[in-house]
């Protein structure tokens, strides 16, 4: 988990981060912790959607119409909750009504999907989500743009964000739609080993006694998490996926029939950023190994013939296809 959440904040084209696990394992505490590790964002004074100075392309109509003077910012990176039970128009946006009643005029309040453009997007229980809205963050996920057509408002504005979703798969699972636009899913067990389950315990109550002071134990290890996303984030524009990985990968996708060709691509940019946060040199089959059950295990069909998990399916196909 800790690993594919790192990747989706060097490469946020990977394609987001799924967790689903045992309840009480840290899923969500983990994915609201990532907030403290990001390195911070340059982004337009004023913009309410953070646009990026260095993307004219990707500039909300508001920030294009001032191109030429944009005065910009530092800010920290976002990472939005959308809770369960948000409404439509808390999520894409909706008429400013104070401004409409007041002073007569048509403004938009921006939504959920604006607060997330450039971060992350994290949504609890993400298997309890309502059809409506799992529709509507197809269209955005897909597009990177949020459309809004009502009550006389026309608006588009950017939200790319990386979507990171947890739940617990005894309580429903995940419509298919959704899950592949998870570019990773990772399971999350229970620890089962004594000195694991003390050393949580233990740092919990250490936190809620005094939670300046845990933070400040940590504040050393946070800041060289946060430098080593920076370096990965500079080495990755200069590592190329060699030949005979692209072809390694191609060749396991083949072997585990997965539909479509996101599995290969997937592999491909896991791999890149993988060999990025670990400053390596080039791409090798053994990080296509270490990512392949992270990025190919919801992409399975299911085989009534094999009663084995996803996850064992493509470790064996791993061990039969990357075998040197």
Known sequence: MRQALLIAAVDPSVGGVLVFGD????????????????????????????CDPARPGDLCHRCRDHAGGLETHIVPVPVVDLPLGATEDRVVGALDLERALTQGQKAFEPGLLARANRGFLYIDEVNLLDDHLVDLLLDVAASGVNTVEREGLSIRHPARFVLVGSGNPE???????????????????????????IDVVRRRDAYERDPAAFRAAYAEADRAIRDTLTQARAHLPSLTVPDATLEAAARLCLALGTDGLRGELTLMR????????????????????????????HRLRRNPLDESGSTARVTRAVAEVLAP
């Open 171 to 197: 309580e429903g699972e995940l419509r298919p739609q959704l899950l592949d636009r998870f570019g990773l899913a990772v399971e999350v067990t229970t620890p089962t080993d004594l000195p694991t389950r």
């Open 23 to 50: 309840r009480g394992t840290g899923k969500s505490t983990a994915i609201r912790g990532l907030a403290a590790l990001l390195p911070p964002m340059r982004a337009v004074a004023g913009c309410p959607y953070a």
């Open 270 to 297: 896991t791999a890149r950023a993988l060999a990025a946060l670990e400053g390596a040199e080039t791409i090798g089959l053994d990080h296509l190994a270490r990512i392949a059950p992270a990025s190919l295990r």
